[in-house]
């Protein structure tokens, strides 16, 4: 069965696609986001990330004109479980003493918060799951979206990708990929946000998913260009001829990352440099790509977490964004 | 993909809890209703209101792993990783499954809520009470799920087609069902499917937080019910095609028949109270599974033993198979034993579903005084030699996951 991907529509620290296009350097593109919610009382305890992640997707809801039912699915892909809420109920625990630690703070940390809240939300009774634990995690619900539109278990599947970045982020990668660095704490650029997409049957005017992949064969360098082989050699023969190649590898191990890749894929040069994302970083990239390399031949995502999960997402051409 | 669908079996369990390691160390516990709470021994509750849990015994887990890796393989893994590994090495073993003879990546859906969050925890409270420097990052290149089940590739020498689902309490139950969905369109033939997590002070805090734990014992369904407590705990199952069991000669324990989910929409942590979510993904498992509901010899309830959870879960029973049989079919929990899994819980309770399917009794589960709101039919003893169960788990965002398995009996 032949389905869709698509559109995009990215809400992030850097602005719109449009803004990170243009090479614009933003970092304010999600104040008033509370004021693009559907119901911003309901969220109020909410963190920055769902809130994001609720208003990308009512917006490409809206805009794409999707009917809410038991056939919509939620899919929800984030490198990491809500950190901001876990580290402010860990931090007040230490602070203030474990009696007083916070429910509330505690009942937002929970992995499947924005899958929740976008079920509440909506008014969702059918499925939504979420996927964490790597940067292809975003991938990874493209590819469970797939098989449940595929199987018929849903007619629709919306899938909502997170960048979500800490201070706490911040200093675990400082320490584990600049320890010498670890007392200066030097600023890292973060991309955070939410992209939300449609995976479809046929739908008009949509690029088709041609190929959705995860890999994963251990985390020494060996093992990880094994995964990305693998993943890639199962995604190769389903491309497009004249496919553009994006990359995405963890910001701090960049060139490594990339010399991984490039033992099995040839990519194209790296595009605006607009700091890490994580599970967010393909989608952005490979949008970028079609916005600055527009045409009509296809695209793909090849992906490398610091964890040693490989990923490949193909399109047989840009996806159309959606500006709000 | 094949037009029908496929018939997909459990080949393979591998699980560790506060009771132990595998169905042997298991059966006799669930058969007598044995609880594995004690005291936490791994952080400090002092402040706390309660501090019990169930956690693995560490050091028999490191022996049993070393029996089969070298040490150097082991070191630097948090107690999550260790736990994963030696469930999944013990289920692959159980199936018959030698991973160098694998010929493509092999699927596996497993599900966590807190990844090794425990690491990044001792890490961050390094962070907290001293300072950055002092912390060792060690501890945070365990703490993402990719890399558990990356460490789990490299040692036990697999290619993985990984994929990780948080689903809250409902995590092990989705990805099951997930990988069964996925055997039954035809897509794969064999793969792993499971869930683990780790007591840990954050988690054991927060539903303390939320005053979920029990400072006495956990008592689902029962009037006085308080709460549970945390336990340790992985589960991974073996799933796999008829065809391809059947070609490999593996011992079938059980089969899927089928698997519903649905959300509530109604509260982020409670859930509805009339349990109409629950009864449609239960509805939909078992038309999915062609069971009829007077067919249902047992139910592995959700069973948190928190007030609002077992009234909810008890209407949805009843409502999905009607009152008459609703409140005839043996109910327990064994959250009552092993204590609230969390990620495992779905996965762990699936093998203690095959475990009393294949060896014939029910898993008991204590109870002093029913609560009327309650009105099932609880397992007192493990009398009974079940052919369908079914595999009910609730989370928090009101998700719900329900697996229906058969006795596997040859020629069927």
């Known amino acids: ?324 | 993909v094949s037009a029908a669908p496929v018939r997909v079996v459990v080949t393979g369990t591998g699980y560790v809890s506060g009771l132990g390691f595998g169905p042997e160390d298991h059966e006799a516990a669930l058969r007598e209703g044995r609880s594995a709470v004690g005291p936490i021994r791994r952080f400090d509750t002092t402040g706390f209101r309660t501090s019990r849990g169930a956690q693995c015994d560490e050091s028999r887990l490191d022996a049993l792993l070393r029996r089969r890796l070298p040490a150097p393989a082991l070191r630097g893994l948090g107690v999550d990783s260790r736990m994963l590994l030696w469930s999944a090495a013990a289920a692959l073993d159980d199936a018959g499954v030698v991973p160098s003879t694998l010929r493509r990546a092999l699927p596996a859906v497993l599900g966590t809520t807190l990844e090794g969050f425990w690491q990044a925890e001792q890490w961050y409270a390094e962070v907290c009470l001293r300072t950055l420097a002092h912390a060792r990052p060690r501890r945070l290149t365990q703490c993402m799920a990719g890399a558990q089940l990356s460490t789990l590739a490299e040692i036990l020498g697999l290619t993985l087609e990984p994929m990780v689902i948080s689903n809250a309490c409902a995590t092990g139950v989705s990805a099951i069902g997930r990988l069964f969905r996925r055997l039954r369109s035809g897509e794969a033939e064999l793969g792993l499917a499971g869930g683990y997590d780790t007591l840990s002070r954050f988690i054991h805090l927060g539903f303390d937080s939320l005053g979920a734990l029990t400072p006495g014992t956990c008592a689902p369904f029962d009037r006085n019910r308080s709460g549970f407590f945390i336990g340790d705990a992985s589960a991974v199952l073996v799933l796999e095609s008829l065809e391809s069991a059947r070609r490999r000669g593996a011992r079938i324990r059980g089969e899927i028949v089928g698997y519903g989910e649905s959300l509530d929409a109604h509260h982020p942590t409670h859930p509805d109270p009339e349990g109409r979510g629950l009864a449609r993904a239960m509805v939909q498992a078992l038309e999915m599974g062609g069971v009829a509901p007077a067919s249902v010899d047992y139910i592995n309830a959700h069973g948190t033993g928190t007030p609002a959870n077992d009234s909810a879960e008890s209407r949805g029973i009843l409502r999905a198979l009607g009152e008459d049989v609703g409140s005839r079919v043996p109910v327990s929990s064994t959250k009552a034993l092993v204590g609230h899994t969390l990620g495992a819980a779905g996965a762990l309770e699936e093998c203690f579903c095959l475990l009393a399917l294949e060896r014939g009794f029910l898993p008991v589960q204590a109870t002093r005084e029913q609560d009327p709101e309650c009105p099932l039919r609880l397992v007192s003893s493990p009398e009974g030699r079940p052919a369908v169960a079914v595999n009910n788990s609730l989370g928090f965002g009101g998700a719900n996951g329900v697996l229906v398995t058969r006795r596997w009996e040859e020629g069927a």
């Open chain 1, 1 to 324: 069965m032949s389905l869709t991907l698509g559109p995009f529509h990215l809400l992030s620290t850097a602005g719109s696609l449009r803004d990170l296009a243009s090479g614009k350097e933003r970092t304010d593109g999600l104040q008033g986001v509370d004021d693009r919610l559907p119901q911003p009382n309901s969220l109020r305890r909410a963190g920055e990330e769902t809130k994001t992640a609720v208003a990308a997707a009512t917006e490409l809801l809206r805009a794409t004109g999707t009917v809410v039912s038991e056939r919509l699915g939620v899919y929800v892909g984030q490198q990491q479980i809500a950190l901001d809420y876990c580290t402010r109920f860990v931090e007040s625990s230490y602070r203030d003493g474990p009696k007083l630690a916070s429910p509330m703070l505690f009942s937002e940390s929970v992995a499947n918060n924005v899958a929740t809240h976008l079920s509440l939300t909506l008014g969702l009774r059918g499925i939504a799951q979420t996927f964490i634990g790597t940067r292809a995690a975003g991938i990874q619900a493209v590819k469970a979206a797939a098989e449940d539109v595929a199987g018929g278990h849903v007619d629709v599947g919306l899938i909502v990708v997170l960048g979500v970045a800490t201070s706490l982020t911040r200093d675990a990668y400082l320490s584990v990929y600049r320890p010498f660095q670890r007392k200066n704490r030097p600023d890292i650029r973060f991309l955070r946000g939410a992209v939300a997409m449609l995976v479809r049957r046929e739908a008009p005017g949509q690029p088709r998913l041609l190929h959705a992949g995860v890999c994963s064969a251990g985390r020494g360098p060996a093992a990880q260009a094994r995964a990305v082989g693998s993943v890639w050699s199962e995604a190769v023969g389903r491309l497009k001829p004249g496919t553009r190649v994006v990359d995405s590898v963890l910001d701090l191990a960049r060139e490594s990352g990339r010399a991984v890749i490039r033992q099995s894929v040839i990519a194209a040069p790296p595009g605006p440099d607009f700091g890490e994302g994580y599970a967010l970083d393909p989608f952005v990239r490979l949008m970028l790509d079609g916005a600055l390399h527009p045409g009509p031949s296809g695209r793909a995502a090849v992906c490398l977490g610091e964890e040693g999960t490989a990923a490949v997402l193909a399109l047989d051409g840009p996806a159309p964004v959606v500006e709000v």
